[in-house]
């Protein structure tokens, strides 16, 4: 094991607007529980983002801090290797992001693809929430008042890094040394898992997403559903194997690849049902997911565990978060009633 302080320290988080499902799952919860042992690993709720596109309802925010750190310990975020902590509890993480907006013009922050695009899908127009239109400046704060140099996300969040880094460099160079860390992403080299229509992204919103907690059933049925070759109308035809969904989700949970390949193999060649394969990708969703539904129900039988560790987890990211704004106010020579000769 790696001495503490001598481990990379990763930063990630999620918007708790609902709960987890798979495609978190194989997206990034996964890689964060092997990443843990390595790494400093901080995780943030992030309520106040999840705010700058959900201001008319604060309640499903709160709710779903809750509901997202559950998800964390049931897939195996171990409180003791993971500080798992709440955004809108750590007030550097406001401050730092009110000095960064000075960092940045209101162009570049719609220069944004990923912004760009989630505008057009909220249907914003003109009326953009300035908190969302400079939430990947918030970001940049989330991830620099950790000193983090690993986040890993989604290939959407590749600007934010980007936009991140630009910010490091300007206030590095105004201070006249590195204070702030760059960051990498760590991006998944599956992609995003599709959604059971077969939508490049699976997600709670568009009706198409398989929660953590879903019961034996609602897992039988979702794979039913899933999005095959339409024109593999009987066993014996031939079939097509890209952009088959079953086959996409065999490709990211079968460990046995060589019995995937032979799958696939008789599929394109005729003589396979799509029944048989969606049996075998429902025998092995429902052994990777029966441990965490019996994780997260016993963890939300002990909300007081829970917020426990939430609160453990916020007061050592809130010594971390303002430590980083103090070095900040001191290297860029703010007013401080500590440093008045
Ligand atoms: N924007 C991320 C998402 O869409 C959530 C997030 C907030 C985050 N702060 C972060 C991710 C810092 C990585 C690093 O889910």
Do not use: W
Request: net charge neutral.
């Amino acid at each position: 094991m790696l001495v503490e302080n001598s481990r990379p320290i990763i930063l990630t988080g999620d918007r708790t607007t609902g709960s987890l499902h798979l495609g978190h799952y194989a997206g990034s919860l996964k890689n964060r529980v092997a990443l843990q042992h390595t790494h400093r690993q901080f995780v943030l709720l992030a309520d106040a983002q999840a705010l700058t596109d959900n201001i008319a309802d604060p309640e499903k925010v709160r709710r779903n801090v809750l509901e997202v750190a559950l998800d964390y310990l049931a897939v195996g975020i171990d409180p003791d290797e993971t500080t798992i902590c709440v955004q809108s509890a750590l007030p550097a993480l406001a401050e730092l992001t009110q000095l960064y907006l000075n960092f940045v013009s209101v162009s570049r922050l719609e220069r944004n693809p990923t912004i760009k695009d989630e505008i057009q899908l909220r249907g914003f127009g003109r009326d953009i929430p300035a908190g969302f239109l400079c939430y990947p400046v918030a970001q940049a704060a989330d991830i620099t008042a950790f000193k983090a140099t690993v986040v890993p996300v989604g290939q959407d969040q590749a600007p934010m890094i980007e936009q991140t880094n630009e910010i490091v460099r300007r206030i590095n160079r105004q201070i006249g040394r590195a204070l702030l860390p760059e960051a990498t992403a760590l991006i998944p080299a599956t992609g995003r898992l599709p959604g059971v229509d077969g939508k490049a992204k699976m997600s709670k919103s568009q009706g198409n997403a398989l929660p953590l907690s879903a019961a034996p059933d609602e897992i039988r049925a979702f794979v039913n559903r899933m999005y095959t070759d339409p024109n593999h109308l009987r066993a014996s035809d031939p079939g097509t194997v890209e952009g088959n969904v079953v086959f996409t989700y065999l490709d990211a949970f079968d460990p046995d690849r060589a019995a995937v390949d032979e799958l696939k193999e008789r599929y394109r060649r005729g003589g396979l049902g799509d029944m048989t394969v969606k049996r075998r990708l429902d025998d092995l969703l429902q052994e990777l997911l029966r441990p965490i539904r019996e994780r997260r129900a016993a963890f939300a039988d002990d909300p007081g565990y829970v917020l426990g560790v939430l609160r453990s987890g916020t007061a050592k990211a809130r010594a971390k978060t303002q430590s980083t704004f103090d070095e900040l106010r001191d290297g860029l020579g703010l007013f401080s009633f500590d440093k008045i000769a």
